[in-house]
């Protein structure tokens, strides 16, 4: 069956440290990834994407994400967190072709300490 | 431009009673998604609109649940006899044809509590 892992439901860090979300897939092809973020009270806002190419890549607020296919991961990270990155981190995958249906993760609840 | 609206951002209401939800996506986009949040289950797809093509049902979770987008636009889901269950976030994304179709832009979420 198609799933998305997300296995910390909470993290907490502290201010100016450096975070790592995990995501893992199954899937039966690679699909395409992406990472969204949740404030509290807001929808979802897309933090970046991967469909090919690089494995490495970037997004908005100074995160990243790699693609690992061999782990079928795709980790997001940040080296500094700031305060106003608390928040809940969605990872999805969604085939590359048809009708584009998200498969979400049950999200990762991040927490700084100031 | 604008992004994703929605409408109610929150409603109360009486189990047994009958809800519309209304969403406005980004102008221009052709593809329209609900999806369900709520704790315990996480994000689910419920419904999928692309152009005139008949929708993807696939996931409503029973009939009482209904959706329509009317000229291509703006979509409302209605919930019918509501159940406690049914209490979550409801959101709404769009998204365009061509290059970046696969991203979704979300709206900010119904809230809808049933008592």
């Known amino acids: 069956a198609q799933s998305v892992t997300q296995p910390d439901i909470h993290i907490t860090v502290s201010e100016g440290a450096s975070l790592e979300l995990r995501c893992n897939y199954s899937?039966?092809?690679?699909?395409?990834l992406f990472w969204y973020v949740q404030s509290p009270g807001q929808g979802l806002q897309l933090l970046l994407k991967y469909f090919s190419g690089d494995t490495l890549v970037q997004g908005i607020k100074g995160f990243e994400a790699e693609f690992k296919r061999s782990q079928s991961s795709f980790n997001l990270r940040k080296p500094s967190v700031h305060w106003s990155d608390a928040a809940e981190y969605f990872c999805?995958?969604?085939?590359?072709?048809?009708?584009?249906?998200?498969?979400f993760g049950t999200g990762t609840r991040l927490k700084v300490l100031a | 431009g604008a992004g994703v609206s929605q409408s109610p951002s929150n409603k109360v209401t009486e189990k047994g009673k009958d809800v519309e939800l209304r969403c406005d996506p980004i102008s221009g986009h052709t593809a329209l998604y609900w999806y369900r949040q709520s704790l315990g289950q996480g994000l689910e797809f419920l419904i999928y609109f692309q152009g005139n093509s008949a929708p993807d049902k696939s996931g409503l979770p029973s009939d009482r649940f209904s959706a329509e987008r009317t000229g291509g636009s703006v979509s409302t889901l209605t919930i019918q006899r509501t159940q406690q269950e049914d209490s979550a976030v409801y959101l709404c994304?769009?998204?365009?044809?061509?290059?970046?179709?696969?991203?979704?832009?979300f709206g900010p979420g119904t809230r809808l509590l049933v008592l």
């Open positions: 999805a995958v969604v085939a590359p072709s048809g009708t584009y249906k998200y498969i």
């Open positions: 994304a769009s998204s365009t044809l061509g290059a970046d179709s696969e991203t979704q832009y």
């Open positions: 899937y039966g092809a690679t699909p395409y």
